[in-house]
T-cell receptor, first 112, second 113 residues
Framework: GQNIDQPTEMTATEGAIVQINCTYQ??????LFWYQQHAGEAPTFLSY????GLEEKGRFSSFLSRSKGYSYLLLKELQMKDSASYLC?????????????FGRGTQLTVWP | DVKVTQSSRYLVKRTGEKVFLECVQD?????MFWYRQDPGLGLRLIYF???????EKGDIPEGYSVSREKKERFSLILESASTNQTSMYLC????????????FGDGTRLSIL
């Protein structure tokens, strides 16, 4: 089976740094995606990792360790608008090519 | 920019009705997906399609069917709507390239009374 785990909720203050962890156990791995979803809106793509290491994109970075089945999303210089749900998703291989297995999302609240 | 358009933002139907949710994408994507999203349960895959007239069951296909007669359009059908199908329904599409993300529509909030 597929199992994607991430914390349910996190809180942080404006200007701080927050790290959202994701662990996964899947039959086959073809990349890991992070999405951001504001309340009442569609998920939007943030980052993609398929090789081990850190990918940086402005205030957001994403890290992957395939041997550990582990990823994190790092958000720097937090702003109020970063309050949202962050979804971790793993892409499978073979017959499941194309589909994503989603975690339940981490609800991040940024306080002033 | 990729555009995934869902036919309705809000929809109210009655128990037992046959309900159609439509989704259209404009990027010639091979893959299309239907999810439902419920509080505490996250995104759950109902059905997906990787080509015209092809479909695969996701994790919760019971009570639903799909149709993909044209590449750009993927329809979700609730054969006989029930109250436990009240939910947010999200359509997504993607290309076959492994590193390309799924792009989501704005969602349809469906209420079954």
């Amino acid at each position: 089976g597929q199992n994607i785990d991430q914390p349910t909720e996190m809180t942080a203050t404006e200007g701080a740094i927050v790290q959202i962890n994701c662990t996964y156990q899947t039959s086959g791995f073809n990349g890991l995606f992070w999405y951001q979803q504001h309340a009442g809106e569609a998920p939007t793509f943030l980052s993609y990792n398929v090789l081990d290491g850190l990918e940086e994109k402005g205030r957001f970075s994403s890290f992957l360790s395939r041997s550990k089945g582990y990823s994190y999303l790092l958000l720097k210089e937090l702003q109020m608008k970063d309050s949202a749900s962050y979804l971790c998703a793993v892409k499978g291989r073979g017959s499941t090519l194309g589909r994503l297995y989603f975690g339940r999302g981490t609800q991040l609240t940024v306080w002033p | 920019d990729v555009k995934v358009t869902q036919s309705s933002r809000y929809l109210v139907k009655r128990t037992g009705e046959k309900v159609f949710l439509e989704c259209v994408q404009d990027m010639d994507h091979e893959n299309m997906f239907w999810y439902r999203q419920d509080p505490g349960l996250g995104l759950r895959l109902i059905y997906f399609s990787y080509d015209v007239k092809m479909k695969e069951k996701g994790d919760i296909p019971e009570g639903y069917s799909v149709s993909r007669e044209k590449k750009e359009r993927f329809s979700l059908i609730l054969e006989s709507a029930s109250t436990n199908q009240t939910s947010m329904y999200l359509c997504a599409s993607s290309s076959l390239q492994a590193n390309q993300p799924q792009h989501f529509g704005d969602g349809t909030r469906l209420s079954i009374l």
